[in-house]
């Protein structure tokens, strides 16, 4: 029972995993973007609902209705500013000017939060649980933050195959210039795409917020896990991203029931195996 139980926690943790993997998964799969400050923006969404719940009174489910759509707004200023500008010099200016990011949110943050741990209260909800047999119990947020990942990853699959912009972006991901021609706006569609990614990374981090503390430099450690779900499950494939959450959080999971500080080298072997023995992922996405 303990090795089912451990199972399913895994299973649970690597929905959260993937909320944060899926905007790196989106990012890199449309412009080839490897963002290094997608950790420190999940951190920023963290603290922006936490100042508003303490600053306004709002309830918790409000402030997370606000920070979403604030976050996806912020995320096609980010693009059309920042990054479109570091896109025709490669990636490696892409890479400087995200790493340049995350810096100046890590340190902005410490300014004007300091390094204290807070937390987000999420109430009964964060901490209540069902169980299925005596050894066996299940968290209310975490089967919630589990359902979240695939809801979202259904949302942006259909996005990205039923509709006119979605599939204009699918097109602008193999072929930016053919479709220039063909009535496409590269810069609008990678607007969106930056949209949507930072939208989701903001998801991850409220949920995160809410079971676990966190501080103004835990932001690096985010971006381990989702990129190690991103390569575990595949480079570019939405749901390889949830494979890859899964996988990394059953490992840990696992790992902790052997050692508690096997915890988190277990997953990280896991990562370095795939890399070795299967480095196009476990569900290789589309390449162009």
């Not at 972006?169 to 795409?193: C, K, M, Q, W």
Request: no cysteine; glycine share 12%; aromatic share 8%.
């Amino acid at each position: 029972m303990e090795i089912l139980n451990a199972v399913i926690q895994g299973l649970l943790i690597g929905g959260l995993y993937a909320l944060f993997a899926a905007g790196l998964s989106l990012m890199f799969g449309v412009m080839r973007i490897v963002n290094l400050a997608h950790g420190d923006l999940a951190v920023v969404a963290a603290f922006l609902a936490l100042a508003l719940v303490s600053g306004t009174g709002l309830p918790l489910w409000l402030v997370v209705l606000v920070t979403v759509p604030m976050f996806a707004l912020l995320g096609y200023l980010t693009q059309r500013v920042l990054l479109q500008r570091s896109l025709s010099s490669g990636p490696l200016a892409t890479l400087l000017v995200t790493f340049g990011l995350s810096i100046v949110l890590q340190n902005v943050l410490l300014e004007a939060f300091s390094a204290d741990t807070r937390t987000l209260d999420g109430g009964s909800f964060a901490t209540g649980s069902f169980r299925l047999n005596a050894a066996v119990s299940i968290g209310y947020l975490s089967l919630a933050t589990f359902l979240l990942a695939v809801l979202v990853l259904i949302g942006i699959q259909l996005f990205l195959s039923r509709t006119g912009l979605g599939r204009m972006l699918r097109a602008s991901a193999d072929d930016r210039e053919t479709a220039g021609l063909v009535g496409g706006n590269p810069r609008h569609i990678y607007g969106i795409a930056t949209a949507i990614a930072f939208a989701t990374v903001a998801i991850a981090g409220l949920m995160f917020a809410m079971r676990s503390s966190f501080d103004p430099s835990i932001g690096p450690s985010r971006l381990i896990f989702a990129f190690e779900a991103v390569v575990i499950g595949g480079l570019g494939s939405l749901w390889g991203t949830l494979l890859g959450g899964v996988v990394l959080g059953v490992t840990q999971s696992l790992g902790a029931q052997i050692d508690p500080a096997l915890t988190l080298l277990a997953g990280h072997l896991v990562f370095l195996a795939v890399l070795a023995f299967r480095p196009q992922g476990l569900i290789p996405g589309r390449t162009a």
